[in-house]
């Protein structure tokens, strides 16, 4: 992979390469040069460049490539998918998906380039401006700096990317150190495609070389997905500029008594284990009204343990490893801690390496961190609870908040129900985790700042400029 938008360190005392490694063999799968806070001139210098030409593409031009970009990406889907086996440990079906995930925020961001250039403004509709006429157009924003995580190393890459070169932006991509060969291969492809390769800067490094980047005064947007404590640092360090932050979650999904416990079980499994638990919006605490809670607990731990962990390359898996084994000792701790608390291990609670099993967990005391924080593991909290109001006080008892959702065969309960939970969004009969990549995507209270989706980043990324002329 030759990665041609990367620029790299060339200080004599830079960082190393970044070795990267399979998280569920442990074996170096590549590596890629790292940059310093020393290289961040000659990386801006680059995104200057790139904006001058991104800036200067039309909009049928922005939309070849990245339409292209998206036919290229079918192409060498299971490429793709391969990559992100090996080097985020995603389950090959699951990884099948985020590919065709990825090809569709391409094909929307190539839709959004000609389709969401600006409106007609009436002025002659108002007093004193009858013999004007004028229109708005949507602009680039300027230098993007977009800073991804590892759970979907691919599609989110995309869902930065795609609106970003849209939008005629350049843009400055720093990538998870635990996946950068899949943002790589993403970059590669638009490269492909068509796109100039400056308009994509690609680095790699530690902490100081991401806040040198988020200060940088010709940074008009920092676009960052990842944890609350450095999504905190970024708004401290960024100065005047645009900031989309989309920041972890903690869904709560209430089920109710009248609702299909089978479909409610079914849905909650997979979205609580999806990926390895690692996903903002999968299913961490199900609330289950009193009535139907022995039913649903049995159903869903009898799923749960139906499910086959290990080796992600494996057809048959369906809960591949977690990241690190650091992460995967976390999950076992938070558990272990809550377990001495009070709470009871239903299933699970086992860990071999990197991979930690399903584990599903009951009677979790509400001051838990298992209970209060974002869990991010293959972890689902088991709760009861009586009345309606009493589930949508404890669903809202968390800062942050992304999506909820709730099962019931009331359509007036559901509405009610969806309108007093604080959240981003609200699913109903259906996993918290549902997302399609065209819709409105982030969180509520100290979940987000701003929104994702395409049609919504782009806008993020743009801004209008109006054109009035006095006839």
Known sequence: MSAPAVVGSHAVDGPPPLIVTDPYHGTTIGSVPQNGPGDVDAVMERARMGLRISRSLSRFSRHQILDRAAALLAERAEEAAGLIVREAGKTIRQARKEVRRARMTLSLSADAARSDAGEVIPFDAFEGSENRRGWYTREPL????????????????????????????????????????????????????????????????DRRLAQTLVAAREVRMVSFTGGFATG????????????????????????????????????????????AGQNCVGAQRVLVQREAYAAFRERFVAQ????????????????????????????????????????????????????????????????????????????????????????????????????AATFTADITRALRVSGQLE?????????????????????????????????????????????????
Request: one cysteine or more; a negative charge; hydrophobic letters at 50%.
């Open 304 to 403: 749960t343990v139906a499910l086959r962990a290990g080796d992600p390359a494996d057809e048959a898996t369906d809960v591949g490893p977690m990241i690190t084994v650091a992460a995967a000792q976390r999950a076992e701790r938070v558990v272990a801690d809550a377990v001495s608390a009070g709470a009871r291990v239903l299933v699970g609670h086992r860990r071999e390496g990197s991979v930690y099993w399903p584990t599903v967990v009951e009677e979790v005391p509400l001051s838990c961190e298992l209970w209060t924080d974002e869990v991010f593991a293959p972890v689902v909290v088991l709760s009861v609870f009586d009345t309606e109001e009493q589930a949508i006080l404890q669903s809202n008892e968390i800062e942050f908040a992304l999506h």
């Open 142 to 205: 300027g230098i993007i700096l977009a800073i991804t995580p590892y759970n979907d190393a691919l599609n989110l890459v995309a869902h930065k990317l795609g609106p970003a070169i849209a939008g005629g932006n350049a843009v400055v991509l720093k990538p998870s150190q635990l996946t950068p060969l899949t943002a790589r291969f993403l970059v590669d492809l638009l490269i492909d495609a068509g796109l100039p390769d400056e308009i994509v800067t690609v680095v790699h490094g």
């Open 232 to 275: 905190e640092a970024i708004a401290r360090n960024a100065g005047l500029k645009k900031l989309a932050m989309e920041l972890g979650g903690n869904a709560p999904v209430i089920v109710f008594a009248d609702a299909d416990i089978d479909a409610a079980v079914e849905s909650c499994v997979s979205g609580a284990f999806w990926a």
């Open 423 to 471: 959240a981003g969004g609200v699913m109903i009969n259906d996993s918290s985790d549902y997302r399609v990549d065209s819709m409105p995507f982030g969180g509520a209270k100290y979940g987000s700042m701003g929104r994702e989706g395409v049609r919504f980043a782009y806008e993020e990324m743009t801004q209008p400029k109006v054109i009035c002329i006095n006839a």
